[in-house]
């Protein structure tokens, strides 16, 4: 039997692109999810091309994508995610309140002491993408420490 990569409606989170590429390579979907956030997050292109599969990727059930069918499934796959974002909108949880101004101020801090130490101390190693990638890096050990 050929496997083919199709969008997933049993794993499906937003538009089942995710979904649908961990069935065809056999693993969690949490994982692929976690891996494209993290993709997401170095190099944004990566949300354009979520899309573009989805467009380009047919759904579980068999259909065929002609040039004649392109926009009726844009226009279909833009009021799934409309509704997708509004269900997930309605089901976000309340977050109480914390005062997170010292956490993003030390951010700052890092990030401006980082571009000083880059344009003073010429290291070809320090370019933008290793900055946000170790301030992420920082926050997020910030985060798992304070609980």
């Keep these: 039997m050929e496997t083919r990569l199709k969008r997933s409606k049993k794993n499906k989170v937003f538009l089942g692109v995710l ?41 579980e059930e068999e259909e065929t994508i002609t040039a004649g069918k392109l926009p009726e499934k844009v226009e279909r796959l833009a009021e799934e995610a409309g509704e997708k974002v509004e269900e997930l909108a309605k089901k976000a949880p309340t977050v109480e309140k914390k005062d997170d101004t010292k956490l993003f101020g030390i951010a700052l801090v890092l990030l401006g002491a980082l571009l000083l130490l880059k344009e003073s101390i010429k290291l070809p190693f320090l370019g933008l993408r290793e900055i946000v990638a170790a301030l992420i890096l920082i926050l997020g050990l910030y985060l798992v420490v304070r609980g």
């Design 19 to 59: 979904g649908g590429i961990a069935e065809y390579l056999k693993i969690d979907p949490t994982i692929v999810r976690i891996l494209f956030i993290l993709l997401c997050l170095v190099e944004p292109v990566f949300i354009l091309a979520y899309f573009l599969m989805a467009i380009v990727m047919p759904e």
